[in-house]
């Protein structure tokens, strides 16, 4: 049995379901991304593990027992909001041991694991300031420091480090990253954020409009998405639609990109409804005499294009490639082609997706 287990859970808002069947297993000491757009129910499934919202129905599991009606401060899942929400009133230990004074632990007690956490922060020193004296990333830390003095058994954060400036952001996403390996403790991380979820997690759920499209691991995520709409949460890609017959792709648009789809995973059901999805940066482009080269000594299948629009960002340059009718957008690393260049393109297979339209 899973650590934390979500079964068929349910939930309505004035009767408009906004969570539909959720389900997830999460292993003991997993940290488990919930990604998804605004709105589509991650802070709602957060919150009812957390017991701060009663599902409809449906069971919530945490070391094999069902929580579904034990109160919220008793459930052993402590929540972290993305705007700290800390006493302003009280001291940033005064803060911490909050949780503690209320479970009535003896004070000699609280006061030694309060100082201990702050350690774990990285904050000693920091104890009698008030919030307003300490800066986002330390409001945060404290945060995470008075969820942790209560020994909860999950954590669940809810976008921790969106009110971050960039720097203190990735600064912070480490720095959970290694206090959540530090401390083995089971975690649901709520983010909209891609590039966040993947590298801060052991495996992602992508939700969409209230329901878990797919729960996998990072990499398999991003390069085996199981429909267009997963896909699209990890970035923009060319789709082109289309038929199959006897293993050769058609473009619909002018019966005319052909490719061998033999040996790609085939998930479809209607060869002639399809649409196969085209990672930018699976796109490679060459000159003229690359192509020479290349084309006598491999088996690539190549394409003639021309460049319509190209825009630099640093790390990668952006093209637009014109192709028998389609605009494919490319990523590469080089910016050495121009607008109106005439050139040639491969396409790495291994990165192709079919989807039924
Ligand atoms: N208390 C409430 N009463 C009525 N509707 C609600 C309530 N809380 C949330 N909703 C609705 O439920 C849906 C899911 O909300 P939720 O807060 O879970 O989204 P989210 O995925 O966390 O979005 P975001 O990324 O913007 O935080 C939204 O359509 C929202 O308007
Ligand atoms: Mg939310």
């Known amino acids: 049995m899973a650590f934390l287990e979500i079964r068929n859970l349910g939930l309505s808002f004035d009767g408009k379901p906004v969570l539909e069947n959720i389900n997830l297993d999460i292993k003991e000491g997993e940290i488990v991304s919930l990604l998804g757009a605004s709105g589509c129910g991650k802070s709602t499934t957060l919150k009812t593990v957390a017991g701060i919202l009663k599902q409809d ?35 940033v230990i005064q803060n911490i041991e909050f949780g503690m004074k209320m479970m009535k632990v003896d004070k000699s007690v609280r006061k030694e694991k309060s100082m201990k956490l702050l350690e774990t922060v990285k904050l000693s020193g920091y104890e009698n300031r008030y919030p307003n004296e300490l800066s986002g990333g330390q409001q945060q830390r404290v945060s995470i420091a008075r969820a942790l003095a209560v020994n909860p058994k999950v954590l669940l954060l809810d976008e921790p480090f969106s009110n971050l400036d960039v720097n203190l952001r990735s600064e912070m996403r480490k720095f959970v990253s290694d206090l959540q390996k530090e401390l083995k403790i089971t975690t649901i991380l709520v983010t909209h954020d891609m590039e966040e979820a993947i590298i801060m997690s052991d495996r992602i759920a992508v939700m969409i409009d209230g329901r878990i499209r797919q729960f ?9 998405p199981v429909c267009r ?4 949460v990890f970035g923009e890609k060319n789709y082109i639609s289309g038929y199959i017959n006897n293993n050769i792709f058609t473009s619909d ?3 005319k990109i052909l490719f061998d789809v033999s040996e790609l995973d085939n998930n479809y059901d209607d060869p002639e ?13 060459i000159d003229e005499n690359s192509y020479l080269e290349l084309n006598s000594e491999c088996n690539n ?3 003639r294009g021309i460049i ?17 009718g389609c605009i494919l957008n490319v990523s590469q690393d080089s910016d050495r082609y121009n607008i109106n260049d005439s050139v040639y393109f491969y396409i790495d297979k291994n990165r192709i997706c079919i989807f039924e339209k």
């Open 253 to 255: 648009i002018n019966d």
């Open 216 to 224: 996998d691991e990072p990499k398999k995520l991003y390069e085996k």
């Open 57 to 91: 129905v449906g069971d919530i599991f945490i070391d094999g027992e069902n929580i579904n009606n034990i109160k919220t401060g008793q459930r052993g899942a402590v929540i972290v909001f993305q705007d700290y929400l800390l006493f302003p009133h009280m001291t």
């Open 229 to 232: 709409e997963v896909a699209d």
């Open 301 to 303: 299948e190549f394409f």
């Open 273 to 285: 409804n399809v649409e196969i999805m085209i990672p930018k940066e699976s796109i490679n482009i």
């Open 308 to 324: 319509v629009d190209k825009k630099y960002a640093g790390e990668n340059t952006f093209y637009e490639v014109e192709s028998e």
